[in-house]
């Protein structure tokens, strides 16, 4: 993606520091064919969701879904799936949200995709998180963190983070 941005340990929530790259990059991202260009859109959905534009960032989340499913690429249908997830809890959607992240492990299970299992797991705890369910949350972490740490995922310093956060909250 290019852009980093911390994460608020209260939150979980991407912080972004300096709004001018961060609006740069979706204008560069818009004027693209996003059809020709799936991660492009992935990408652009995520953004527009940072930034706060929440109904482009679902329209654009279900354009990911729809395309991943048409070409049958069942791990970008994961991806597609934890993204739209991502956007609809942050609408505050929990049930369709919830739903979207059971759905992309059941997959990634079925794929037999430790990375990918140990993700809808960490997206399955973040909205938990959100929804002041800290117990739930923190179990789904614990399960992102035991994958994590098997397969040396450089994600485990966020998932660490998470687990902690919601482990500060019982």
Known sequence: MGLDFRTDPETLREIVDDPAPLAARIATLSALDMDELPDARSEYANLLRIAGRLDEAALEAELTLAAADLAGDLRRMVRATL????????????????????????????????????????????????????????????????????????????????FEAAMGKL
């Open 83 to 162: 993204l739209l997830g991502h956007v609809r809890q942050w609408r505050g959607e929990w049930d369709q949200a919830d739903t979207m992240f059971h759905r992309a492990e059941k997959l990634a299970l079925y794929l037999k995709d430790d990375r990918l299992v140990a993700a809808a797991a960490h997206h399955s705890g973040r909205s938990f998180y959100d929804q002041g369910k800290h117990v739930e949350a923190a179990l789904r972490f614990r399960l992102a963190l035991e994958i994590d740490q098997r397969i040396g995922s450089p994600k485990l310093p966020a998932v660490w983070e998470a």
